[in-house]
């Protein structure tokens, strides 16, 4: 799909290290072609190990890109230019023949489920941006595994960048190095190419010491080809191509033709004062509490909850009905502002060591500052902003990106499950949906059944987040937490979801829909939420026990009375919190007719079209 390269049997550029001879055909072609079209000065394939990562953060370090911060063991910050802080839903593509393979064709305007380009646009724009465009820097191949290498979920990548930057971040986010190159073999791969789009000599300096081309900033993924290409951010969403690009995006894909689910999920286990455990996925967008969920102290004596990942799921039935799910992931590329001892303890152990910190304020004791980290400085020691200059609280901007983050190794995690890389994955047995709802929606409630439970899914909505481009508190539509993610059309993705239910001998998990963040009418939280929120994990576990503590309501089932274990809380509304109120749902039901219309239109799955119609007969008997 990029262009056809003429194949020569030379290149220009120096092997570094490694040995392209040694590769198999199709990884050594992979590498030559674009070696030729690219036309860096070296080729370096990483094995990684702990000499070249040590190697390649000195050589970050003399770059200019990232800083030592001397307060912990191994723990490194970049900063950014400023134009390169988050994914960009706008430069991000799906490229198929036809535009109805990637999105929905709207009733009016563009599609909110996707972006599409034509092949003839990519083939423009490849060609635009990609001849040259490593001259004078490193091409790194990081051959990668998306989950336990030797999993059956598990998948293989190779990502050629020139991004030393991604090298190192790839080496925690992913199993990556030899041992993966000898576990391919002759097998597929996803092929995946990344460049900063800033050829040397440069034309104009670096901001920050940061290469990047926002002009020309774009991300595509040609699932027929397996394939993704990106050009001119080094931000993590758009440059680590084994995150939302390969394990969303592409996997979505892959995942509805072999039959299995690629999720935006975290994965925990629960474990009750009696010694049972159970399995949860959960699906929320960015900045609703997934990481703190995902890491949770319960604050219920004898529960014990531990990690299994935070941000990914892939999950398929086994062969007795189970459906298992692994995180395919090795690390966590967690959003730093808000995380604190008090909201997330066990994060906060986990980044003591082995850490890149990206756009993060830093203190003159070589610590790092964010809104919410909630730490009182000692005496003398002062703040330089993300930006790089001095900061006070009177500065009149944040300290750190409302985006910056942490990118950590998972197995440095306190509570990380002790099965979180089992080869089979962990028995999952309830799927929550959640988002940020500040009126009208339950803390919680279970749908009716499955088909009910994918329409929970569906008609997710919650306040937009700084993980995007998007400013300002308003209510999105975000389908199963993912909508910058699909990798084909939702319509699609929703039949195949209601597909699980027809495998034989499937145990359906039950599914639940939460809201931590409903506001009272002076506009403070209802309920205490973070640890708090084991409470309502041990009801969902009650319920999956098969214990009767449920009453129904127009929207699902929600808890009976005292079901919810209040012990030592105090001024909990129960009456507000769970209020179902007709004239919200009407409104609702209206924006969901609104949206299926207009966003899913003719591909919406006529289950959907009977949810709606019988949510709306339930709210009128309200």
Not at 68 to 77: A, G, S, V
Not at 296 to 305: A, D, S, V
Not at 607 to 616: D, G, I, Q
Request: glycine share 8%.
């Amino acid at each position: 799909m990029p262009p056809e390269l003429q194949t020569q049997t030379s290149i220009a550029s120096k092997v570094v290290q490694g040995d392209l001879n040694a590769l198999v055909p199709g990884v050594r072609d992979f590498i030559e072609s674009n070696a030729k079209l690219c036309q860096p000065e070296a080729i370096h394939v990483c094995d990684g190990s702990e000499d070249e990562n040590k190697n390649i953060l000195q050589l970050m370090v003399q770059l200019g890109m990232i800083r030592k911060l001397d307060k912990y063991e191994n723990c490194w910050l970049a900063s950014t230019d400023p134009r390169d802080v988050a994914r960009i839903e706008s430069k991000t593509v799906i490229v198929t023949p036809e535009q109805r393979e990637t999105v929905p064709i709207p009733q009016r305007g563009i599609s909110q489920l996707g972006r599409w380009m034509s092949e003839e646009d990519f083939e423009k724009a490849f060609s635009l941006r990609f001849p040259g465009c490593m001259k004078g820097r490193t091409m790194y191949v990081i051959p990668f595994s998306m989950g336990p290498i030797g999993s059956p979920l598990s998948k293989f990548g190779i990502e050629l960048t020139d991004s030393p930057y991604v090298v190192v971040s790839m080496r925690i986010m992913t199993r990556m190095g030899t041992s993966v190159l000898d576990a391919l073999g002759n097998g597929e791969f996803i092929k995946c190419l990344h460049s900063v789009g800033c050829p040397l000599p440069l034309k104009k300096p670096l901001v920050n010491n940061w290469p990047c081309n926002p002009d020309l900033t774009l991300i595509a993924h040609i699932p027929d080809h397996r394939e993704i290409i990106s050009f001119g951010s080094g931000y993590g969403g758009n440059s680590l191509l084994g995150k939302k690009c390969f394990a969303l995006r592409i996997a979505s894909r892959i995942a509805k033709e072999e039959g299995w689910l690629a999720e935006h999920m975290l994965i925990l286990g629960i474990t009750n004062p009696e010694g049972v455990k159970k399995y949860f996925a959960a699906a929320f967008p960015s900045a609703c509490g997934k990481t703190n969920l995902a890491m949770m102290n319960p604050t219920l004596p004898g529960w014990k909850i531990e990690c299994v990942g935070d941000d990914i799921a892939w999950m398929k039935f086994d062969d007795q009905g189970n459906l298992r799910a692994i995180n395919p992931e090795n690390g966590f590329f967690g959003v730093a502002p808000g995380t604190s001892v008090k909201t997330n303890p066990n994060a906060m152990k986990t980044i003591q060591k082995n850490t890149i910190f990206t756009n993060v304020g830093e203190t003159s004791d070589g610590g790092v500052y964010w809104e919410g980290i909630d730490k009182q400085l000692a005496a003398g020691i002062t703040l330089t902003s993300w930006k790089n200059t001095e900061w006070t609280a009177k500065s009149g901007e944040p300290c750190a990106h409302p985006n910056s983050r942490f990118c950590t190794p998972a197995n440095q995690c306190p509570i990380i499950d002790p099965a979180w890389e089992t080869p089979e994955g962990v028995p999952i047995e309830g799927i929550i949906f959640g988002g940020r709802r500040p009126e009208g929606v339950p803390l919680v409630y279970e749908a009716l059944n499955w088909q009910h439970g994918v329409f929970v899914g569906a008609t997710m909505r919650s306040e937009a987040t700084a993980a995007a481009e998007h400013k300002g508190k308003i209510i999105m539509h975000d389908p199963f937490a993912m909508r910058p993610f699909f990798g084909y059309n939702f319509g699609q993705y929703l039949s195949h979801w209601l597909s699980m239910a027809d495998r034989p001998a499937a145990k359906l998990p039950r599914i639940f829909h939460v809201n931590w963040f409903r506001k009272d009418k002076q506009g403070r939280f209802l309920w205490p939420g973070y640890g708090e929120n084991s409470r309502v994990l041990e009801w969902m576990f009650n319920r999956i026990q098969g214990i009767d503590c449920a009453r129904l309501t127009a929207i699902g089932y929600v808890p009976d009375d005292a079901s919810l274990n209040l012990k030592g809380l105090e001024d909990i509304d129960m009456e507000e919190l769970f209020d179902v109120s007709k004239d919200f749902w009407e409104k609702e039901v209206e924006e969901i007719k609104k949206y299926f219309e207009e966003q899913v239109n003719a591909d919406l799955p006529y289950e959907m079209e009977r949810e709606v119609l019988a949510l709306e007969q339930r709210i009128k008997q309200l």
